[in-house]
């Protein structure tokens, strides 16, 4: 065999050798990328595009751990959701919830934990500035209270209850505490359309959801503060 020949068969095997290795590392890295979308989309809630409570609660703490008393939890519930799904459809309930996820994520950023807690509830952990709470949860309130167009030009009205703990005001960091207090609040304010603010003694509430008779009256920001 010449030198010429030689050296072109000495390349050509080292193509093939290069050529078969990389089939199964093309194959893997595909595999990866399939397993990485896989592993994300089971971290989301597919009908709001929100984190499921398990990621939520993972993110929720970091912020906290990271911002301290700048950070607020915010609790979130869509009012008389049973009814939009009897009067106009369960799409239209779809929608109504796809809508809330958008307009929390909107609001809060990327910055911040948004997630489905299951239902028509949903939470926030975020950084908030003190001086600008008020103002910033009556836009809140305001961008989850506008109607819902449905595709086929029926329009749907909102209503939500919303509760906020900070540590500030509460006395606690701890995630479940402040999500204890915080629904505590807004279940104090069903209704009433405005902002329900948790104090203290909502931490160490005994009951579930909040439901406990003769709790004293709420500070709020909002439509009703």
Known sequence: MTAALLTRARIGQRTLLITTVAVPLTGWTVHALTLHRQLAASRRD????????????????????????RAAVVVVDVDHFKAV???????????????????????????????RLGGDEFAVVLETEAGGRGRGFEQLLGM?????????GRTVGVAVSVGVATPAATGSRDLSALQRAADTALYAGKHSGAVAVACREDVTVPSVNGRRAGRPGTHTWGRAA
């Open 46 to 69: 597919p009908l709001t595009g929100l984190l499921r409570r398990d990621a939520y609660t993972a993110r929720a703490r970091r912020i906290l751990a990271r911002h301290g008393d």
């Open 85 to 115: 799904n009897d009067t106009f459809g369960h799409p239209a309930g779809d929608a109504v919830l796809a809508a809330t996820g958008a307009r929390l994520t909107a609001w809060a950023g990327p910055h911040a934990s948004v997630g």
């Open 144 to 152: 989850l209270c506008a109607p819902v167009v449905l595709d086929d």
